[in-house]
């Protein structure tokens, strides 16, 4: 299968979701898009590369690397209250086996396109080409001027708040040993490993683990139910204490956290320690739950909208003006984590 045989085999398989839009006057096949946007809103994009060896095993399923590259994209979307609509693709494949390799294409966009069918994201170019195993997704969305949420308007007083559970993906990494997490005390919960079938509770509990590493769930319905509610949003993806600190920065501002109120996964709490999973939930990563600022007056406003976008929710902490990001434990100590968050070159 060669590079033109592969595009061809993405465009066949990618077309539906662009025909299905009605704003792609133009997809794969050209030199580029030709996309129509809608009036008054203004374009979200954002864009992220992940290699082999850094964001993914090498023995990694194509197709959960399929769903990852797009879901990184549009969890930063829905950080910023988007709605998705169209994404490209820049694919960098080892040379070698072409059964393989068709094999790999094929398993990719099976992952890649399940999730954009999900969120009718149109994939509407890129490029293929040879190298290392990497892939780089751009994802393209709409927000109402004004309506975004950014880093930036935190305020002082502001409560805040944490979407789903933390610390998972960052324990599945603990388990498998992948270094920077090495030292984070958890235990295996089952005798089997990370592939193994469902057979009971604590499989079922190593099994959540790793779904939440390898096929993360942007919350793109939270961040469209946010607009108007929140000030400041930024998706958990190198770890809450690093990705809140940008909001911190950002605002000109500081945070106190609730260590007791960090939500927890049954899963997670069968795995660690209470300071095992404090740390991996404070800087653990790879979650892509959304953490976000709001006045305490929009408490029960952001509850409604939330469960209307079936997200679960909590406050984790309130806005401070003294500058940085701190732990309170449930006597009042405050804690300082090993691990703050993952950080390329760091």
């Known amino acids: 299968m060669a590079e033109f045989d592969l595009i061809a085999a993405i465009r066949a398989r990618a077309a539906a979701l662009a025909d299905a839009r009605g704003d792609v006057a133009l997809g794969i096949g050209d030199d580029a898009a030709l996309l129509a946007p809608p009036a008054g809103r203004q374009l979200v994009v954002a864009t992220d590369t992940l290699n082999r060896g850094v964001h993914f095993a090498d023995d990694a399923a194509a197709g959960d690397i399929g769903w990852k590259s797009l879901a990184v994209n549009l969890s930063d979307l829905a950080a910023m209250g988007a709605e998705p609509a169209w994404c490209t693709l820049s694919l960098s494949l080892p040379d070698g086996d072409a059964r393989a390799r068709a094999a790999f294409v094929e398993g990719f966009a099976d992952g890649f396109l399940e999730l954009a069918?999900?969120?009718r994201v149109a994939l509407v170019g890129g490029d293929t080409t040879r190298g290392p195993l990497s892939v780089c997704v751009t994802a393209i969305g709409f927000v109402e001027p004004g309506w975004a949420l950014r880093r930036d308007a935190a305020g002082v007083g502001d409560e805040i708040w944490v979407t789903g559970t933390l610390g998972d993906a960052g324990t599945a990494l603990a388990l498998d040993g992948i270094e920077g997490y090495r030292d984070f005390a958890v235990r295996r919960i089952d005798g089997a490993d990370a592939g193994a079938g469902v057979d009971s509770e604590a499989d079922a509990a190593s099994a959540w683990l790793y779904q939440r590493l390898r096929r993360p769930q942007p919350r793109v319905a939270a961040g469209r139910a946010l607009r108007g509610l929140a000030r400041a949003g930024i998706d958990v993806s190198d770890g809450l204490l690093a990705d809140l600190g940008h909001i911190c920065v950002a605002s000109g501002v500081g945070a106190c956290l609730d260590a007791a109120a960090l939500p927890a996964s049954p899963a997670l709490l069968a795995a660690c320690a209470a300071d095992a999973r404090r740390a991996l939930q404070l800087g653990g990563g790879d979650?892509?739950?959304?953490?976000?600022?709001?006045?305490?007056r929009q408490r029960d406003s952001i509850a409604r909208a939330l469960a209307a976008a079936?997200?679960?929710?909590?406050?984790?902490g309130r806005i401070e003006a003294e500058p940085g990001v701190r732990v309170r434990l449930a006597d009042g100590v405050m804690w300082t984590p090993s691990k703050r968050g993952y950080q390329h070159f760091g």
């Open 117 to 119: 069918a999900r969120h």
């Open 287 to 296: 979650d892509y739950e959304l953490c976000f600022t709001a006045p305490a």
């Open 310 to 316: 079936d997200t679960p929710a909590v406050v984790i």
